[in-house]
Protein backbone atom coordinates (compact mmCIF):
# COMPACT_ATOMS: atom_id res chain seq x y z
CA UNK A 1 0.00 0.00 0.00
CA UNK A 2 1.18 3.41 -0.97
CA UNK A 3 0.61 6.57 0.56
CA UNK A 4 -2.43 9.04 0.08
CA UNK A 5 -2.43 12.57 1.14
CA UNK A 6 -5.25 15.36 0.56
CA UNK A 7 -5.53 18.82 2.02
CA UNK A 8 -8.21 20.87 3.00
CA UNK A 9 -8.65 24.28 5.19
CA UNK A 10 -10.62 24.25 8.24
CA UNK A 11 -10.90 28.02 9.40
CA UNK A 12 -6.81 29.30 9.52
CA UNK A 13 -5.43 25.23 10.19
CA UNK A 14 -4.81 23.22 6.90
CA UNK A 15 -5.80 19.26 7.79
CA UNK A 16 -3.51 17.41 6.20
CA UNK A 17 -5.30 13.91 5.78
CA UNK A 18 -2.83 11.00 5.77
CA UNK A 19 -3.22 7.27 4.98
CA UNK A 20 -1.45 4.00 3.97
CA UNK A 21 2.17 3.33 5.16
CA UNK A 22 4.78 6.18 6.10
CA UNK A 23 7.96 4.50 5.92
CA UNK A 24 11.64 5.54 4.38
CA UNK A 25 10.35 4.87 0.78
CA UNK A 26 6.82 7.12 0.90
CA UNK A 27 8.05 9.66 3.35
CA UNK A 28 10.17 11.95 1.26
CA UNK A 29 6.68 12.63 -0.26
CA UNK A 30 4.83 13.71 2.90
CA UNK A 31 7.57 15.51 3.32
CA UNK A 32 7.07 17.78 0.34
CA UNK A 33 3.72 18.41 0.85
CA UNK A 34 4.25 19.57 4.27
CA UNK A 35 7.28 21.81 2.97
CA UNK A 36 4.45 23.07 0.20
CA UNK A 37 2.55 24.44 2.63
CA UNK A 38 4.38 25.96 4.63
CA UNK A 39 6.02 27.75 1.69
CA UNK A 40 2.37 28.91 0.73
CA UNK A 41 2.07 30.28 3.75
CA UNK A 42 0.19 27.46 5.82
CA UNK A 43 1.38 27.75 9.39
CA UNK A 44 -0.90 26.06 11.38
CA UNK A 45 -1.13 22.16 10.00
CA UNK A 46 -3.43 19.30 11.41
CA UNK A 47 -2.09 15.90 10.47
CA UNK A 48 -4.92 13.32 10.30
CA UNK A 49 -3.04 9.96 10.78
CA UNK A 50 -6.60 7.96 11.31
CA UNK A 51 -5.51 5.92 8.63
CA UNK A 52 -2.06 5.78 8.55
CA UNK A 53 -1.20 1.87 8.80
CA UNK A 54 2.43 1.84 9.21
CA UNK A 55 4.82 4.60 10.95
CA UNK A 56 8.51 4.29 11.18
CA UNK A 57 11.56 6.30 12.33
CA UNK A 58 12.07 8.09 9.25
CA UNK A 59 7.97 9.14 8.83
CA UNK A 60 8.51 10.72 12.39
CA UNK A 61 11.44 12.39 11.24
CA UNK A 62 9.36 13.84 8.40
CA UNK A 63 6.91 15.26 11.24
CA UNK A 64 9.62 16.49 13.78
CA UNK A 65 11.46 18.46 10.05
CA UNK A 66 7.35 19.85 9.75
CA UNK A 67 7.04 21.08 13.20
CA UNK A 68 10.65 22.75 12.83
CA UNK A 69 9.37 24.21 9.61
CA UNK A 70 5.86 25.67 11.37
CA UNK A 71 7.53 26.41 14.68
CA UNK A 72 10.10 28.90 12.54
CA UNK A 73 6.98 30.61 11.46
CA UNK A 74 5.31 30.77 15.03
CA UNK A 75 2.66 28.64 13.55
CA UNK A 76 1.42 24.78 15.07
CA UNK A 77 1.48 21.28 14.03
CA UNK A 78 -1.01 19.18 16.01
CA UNK A 79 -1.73 15.38 14.98
CA UNK A 80 -4.88 13.24 15.31
CA UNK A 81 -4.90 9.74 15.85
CA UNK A 82 -6.42 6.74 18.34
CA UNK A 83 -4.79 4.00 16.73
CA UNK A 84 -3.08 2.16 19.50
CA UNK A 85 -0.04 0.58 17.33
CA UNK A 86 0.42 4.49 15.94
CA UNK A 87 0.64 5.98 19.13
CA UNK A 88 3.28 3.57 20.61
CA UNK A 89 6.24 4.74 18.70
CA UNK A 90 5.04 8.31 19.67
CA UNK A 91 5.19 7.13 23.27
CA UNK A 92 8.56 4.83 23.07
CA UNK A 93 10.63 7.40 21.15
CA UNK A 94 9.17 10.48 23.67
CA UNK A 95 7.57 12.63 20.86
CA UNK A 96 3.89 12.48 22.67
CA UNK A 97 5.93 15.25 24.54
CA UNK A 98 7.00 17.43 21.48
CA UNK A 99 3.68 16.86 20.00
CA UNK A 100 -0.34 17.90 20.80
CA UNK A 101 -2.28 14.56 19.89
CA UNK A 102 -5.79 14.70 19.64
CA UNK A 103 -8.76 11.91 18.60
CA UNK A 104 -10.66 14.31 16.34
CA UNK A 105 -9.92 16.27 13.98
CA UNK A 106 -12.47 18.77 15.16
CA UNK A 107 -10.96 19.09 18.63
CA UNK A 108 -7.29 19.87 16.81
CA UNK A 109 -8.75 22.74 14.69
CA UNK A 110 -10.27 23.88 17.55
CA UNK A 111 -7.24 23.94 19.74
CA UNK A 112 -5.12 26.62 20.88
CA UNK A 113 -1.85 26.68 22.38
CA UNK B 1 20.95 -22.02 7.30
CA UNK B 2 18.36 -19.63 7.70
CA UNK B 3 15.00 -20.55 6.89
CA UNK B 4 13.91 -18.02 4.34
CA UNK B 5 16.59 -15.23 3.42
CA UNK B 6 16.13 -12.41 1.18
CA UNK B 7 18.99 -10.10 -0.30
CA UNK B 8 17.94 -6.56 -1.55
CA UNK B 9 19.34 -3.78 -2.89
CA UNK B 10 19.87 -1.19 -0.92
CA UNK B 11 16.39 0.63 -2.22
CA UNK B 12 13.77 2.32 0.55
CA UNK B 13 10.88 0.53 -2.07
CA UNK B 14 12.63 -2.78 -0.83
CA UNK B 15 12.24 -2.52 3.12
CA UNK B 16 8.07 -2.62 2.92
CA UNK B 17 9.47 -6.31 0.75
CA UNK B 18 11.13 -7.11 3.75
CA UNK B 19 8.63 -5.96 7.01
CA UNK B 20 5.56 -8.06 5.09
CA UNK B 21 8.04 -11.16 4.41
CA UNK B 22 9.28 -10.69 8.34
CA UNK B 23 5.58 -10.76 8.89
CA UNK B 24 4.86 -13.86 7.53
CA UNK B 25 7.49 -15.82 8.79
CA UNK B 26 6.78 -14.38 12.25
CA UNK B 27 3.24 -15.59 11.98
CA UNK B 28 4.57 -19.15 10.72
CA UNK B 29 7.08 -19.23 13.54
CA UNK B 30 3.81 -19.07 15.78
CA UNK B 31 4.90 -15.43 17.51
CA UNK B 32 1.57 -14.15 18.79
CA UNK B 33 -0.72 -11.62 16.58
CA UNK B 34 -0.22 -8.47 19.25
CA UNK B 35 3.29 -8.59 18.25
CA UNK B 36 3.53 -8.77 14.66
CA UNK B 37 3.51 -4.74 14.45
CA UNK B 38 6.16 -4.73 16.32
CA UNK B 39 7.96 -7.39 14.07
CA UNK B 40 6.96 -5.11 11.02
CA UNK B 41 8.11 -1.74 12.53
CA UNK B 42 11.48 -3.56 14.45
CA UNK B 43 12.65 -5.18 10.86
CA UNK B 44 11.85 -2.35 9.12
CA UNK B 45 13.50 -0.07 11.28
CA UNK B 46 16.69 -2.43 10.93
CA UNK B 47 16.37 -2.22 6.92
CA UNK B 48 15.75 1.43 6.35
CA UNK B 49 19.11 1.95 8.56
CA UNK B 50 20.93 -0.35 6.29
CA UNK B 51 19.61 1.32 3.42
CA UNK B 52 20.65 4.27 4.15
CA UNK B 53 24.24 3.31 5.40
CA UNK B 54 24.52 1.47 2.13
CA UNK B 55 23.36 4.36 -0.14
CA UNK B 56 26.08 5.98 2.31
CA UNK B 57 28.93 3.27 1.94
CA UNK B 58 28.18 0.60 -0.28
CA UNK B 59 25.57 1.59 -2.64
CA UNK B 60 26.37 -1.88 -4.75
CA UNK B 61 25.85 -4.35 -1.98
CA UNK B 62 22.99 -5.78 -1.46
CA UNK B 63 21.40 -6.35 2.26
CA UNK B 64 20.90 -9.46 3.69
CA UNK B 65 17.60 -10.57 5.95
CA UNK B 66 17.71 -13.89 7.52
CA UNK B 67 14.93 -15.07 9.06
CA UNK B 68 14.32 -18.30 11.73
CA UNK B 69 11.82 -20.34 12.61
CA UNK B 70 13.90 -23.46 13.41
CA UNK B 71 14.51 -22.71 16.97
CA UNK B 72 11.72 -22.48 18.76
CA UNK B 73 11.87 -18.61 18.13
CA UNK B 74 11.56 -16.29 15.80
CA UNK B 75 14.63 -15.05 15.03
CA UNK B 76 15.22 -12.08 12.35
CA UNK B 77 18.94 -10.87 11.34
CA UNK B 78 19.70 -8.09 9.33
CA UNK B 79 22.92 -7.33 8.07
CA UNK B 80 24.75 -4.75 6.38
CA UNK B 81 27.73 -4.53 4.92
CA UNK B 82 28.75 -0.37 5.71
CA UNK B 83 31.33 0.41 8.13
CA UNK B 84 30.38 -1.14 12.00
CA UNK B 85 30.76 2.44 13.18
CA UNK B 86 28.74 4.49 10.79
CA UNK B 87 25.57 4.99 13.62
CA UNK B 88 26.29 5.29 16.91
CA UNK B 89 25.11 1.48 16.66
CA UNK B 90 26.55 -0.32 20.33
CA UNK B 91 25.78 2.60 21.78
CA UNK B 92 22.42 3.07 20.67
CA UNK B 93 21.18 -0.65 21.70
CA UNK B 94 22.90 0.18 25.60
CA UNK B 95 21.02 3.41 25.56
CA UNK B 96 17.47 1.34 25.49
CA UNK B 97 14.55 3.48 26.68
CA UNK B 98 15.28 4.73 29.33
CA UNK B 99 17.98 6.97 27.76
CA UNK B 100 15.71 7.81 24.84
CA UNK B 101 15.01 11.16 25.84
CA UNK B 102 19.02 11.64 25.51
CA UNK B 103 19.44 10.72 22.29
CA UNK B 104 15.92 13.02 21.50
CA UNK B 105 16.65 16.06 23.08
CA UNK B 106 12.79 17.26 23.40
CA UNK B 107 14.27 20.77 23.18
CA UNK B 108 17.01 20.69 20.33
CA UNK B 109 14.20 18.70 17.72
CA UNK B 110 11.87 21.50 18.08
CA UNK B 111 14.43 24.05 17.70
CA UNK B 112 13.17 25.76 14.40
CA UNK B 113 16.25 27.05 13.48
CA UNK B 114 18.21 24.12 11.68
CA UNK B 115 16.41 24.76 8.12
CA UNK B 116 18.08 21.48 6.46
CA UNK B 117 16.83 18.43 5.60
CA UNK B 118 14.03 17.25 8.09
CA UNK B 119 14.66 13.68 7.02
CA UNK B 120 17.88 14.42 8.82
CA UNK B 121 16.07 15.85 11.49
CA UNK B 122 16.89 12.18 13.69
CA UNK B 123 19.98 11.87 15.49
CA UNK B 124 22.24 9.02 14.24
CA UNK B 125 21.27 5.54 16.14
CA UNK B 126 17.54 6.51 16.17
CA UNK B 127 16.26 3.93 14.38
CA UNK B 128 18.44 1.61 16.45
CA UNK B 129 17.12 3.09 19.52
CA UNK B 130 13.32 2.58 18.53
CA UNK B 131 14.25 -0.68 18.00
CA UNK B 132 15.74 -1.12 21.29
CA UNK B 133 12.14 0.57 22.95
CA UNK B 134 10.35 -1.92 20.82
CA UNK B 135 12.41 -5.62 21.11
CA UNK B 136 13.29 -7.00 24.62
CA UNK B 137 15.90 -9.45 23.31
CA UNK B 138 17.81 -7.46 20.20
CA UNK B 139 22.05 -7.65 19.58
CA UNK B 140 24.12 -4.99 17.27
CA UNK B 141 27.29 -6.91 16.79
CA UNK B 142 30.22 -5.54 14.48
CA UNK B 143 30.42 -7.88 11.50
CA UNK B 144 33.49 -7.49 9.10
CA UNK B 145 32.94 -5.59 7.42
CA UNK B 146 29.43 -4.03 8.97
CA UNK B 147 27.09 -4.58 11.58
CA UNK B 148 23.98 -7.80 12.16
CA UNK B 149 20.91 -6.57 14.28
CA UNK B 150 19.92 -9.80 16.00
CA UNK B 151 16.19 -9.74 16.96
CA UNK B 152 14.28 -12.08 18.75
CA UNK B 153 10.95 -13.04 19.54
CA UNK B 154 9.53 -16.04 21.63
CA UNK B 155 6.73 -17.93 19.90
CA UNK B 156 3.29 -17.30 21.43
CA UNK B 157 2.50 -19.97 24.53
CA UNK B 158 -0.37 -21.95 23.29
Known sequence: MDLSLSTRTEGNRTVVVVGGEIDVYTAPKLREQLIDLVSSGAYHLVVDMESVDFLDSTGLGVLVGGL???RAHDGSLRLVCTQERILKIFRITGLTKVFPIHATVEEAVSATD | MPTVELRFSPLPAHVRTARLLAAVV????????SLID??????????ARAVGIHQAYAPGDEIVVELNDDGGAFVACVRDRGPSDADTAVEATGAAVADL???LDVDVLADPGESGDPGAAMPPGFGLAVIAG???DVEVTPADPGTVVRMTWAPSAR
Do not use: H, I, Q, S
Not at chain 2, 26 to 33: I, M, S
Open chain 1, 68 to 70: KRV
Open chain 2, 26 to 33: ARRAGVDE
Open chain 2, 38 to 47: EVKLAVGEAC
Open chain 2, 101 to 103: PDL
Open chain 2, 134 to 136: LVD
